[in-house]
């Protein structure tokens, strides 16, 4: 089954902190009343929605600082603040990917892989893994 935006009961809230990039997408996206796009950083704004979430969702995080025309937050990544929302949040059942594994090593914001493995093994309900450049957070069956 393939999903687009124009599939109406499919929600998505995007969230960018670059001001050009944002630009580009509010006006790429305003026909689609499903889609809401948020201004900032990602490890500030998502608690004010994954808390109030009842419904299982797909997180794609991939809000770090790469260089180039990115923009650049406080730190380079907010995937511990994001991670941490998420894996306390009511709903217990999320599907989280994170792109860019490899920078995980420990430097600039990121975690080191043996801590992102403690963080998600307090959650009982989740497993993770690493293939192809991306990290898997699952709920465990």
Not at 7 to 27: F, G
Not at 99 to 127: E, I, M, W
Request: hydrophobic share 30%; aromatic share 8%.
């Amino acid at each position: 089954m393939t999903y687009t935006a124009h599939d109406k009961n499919i929600h998505c809230t995007s969230i960018e902190l670059a001001d050009n990039y944002y630009q580009r997408v509010i006006r790429r996206f305003e026909p689609y009343t499903n889609i809401d796009l948020l201004h900032g950083d990602s490890g500030d704004l998502m608690p004010t929605f994954v808390n109030q979430m009842t419904e299982s969702a797909l997180f794609w995080l991939d809000g770090h600082y790469s260089g180039g025309s990115n923009a650049q937050g406080d730190i380079d990544t907010p995937v511990s603040a994001e991670l941490s929302v998420i894996l306390t949040s009511p709903c217990k059942t999320h599907v989280i990917l994170i792109d860019d594994a490899r920078r995980f090593d420990g430097s600039n914001g990121y975690p080191h892989p043996d801590n992102l493995h403690k963080t998600v093994q307090v959650q009982t309900n989740y497993c993770i893994e690493a293939s192809t450049d991306i990290i898997r957070i699952t709920p465990k069956n």
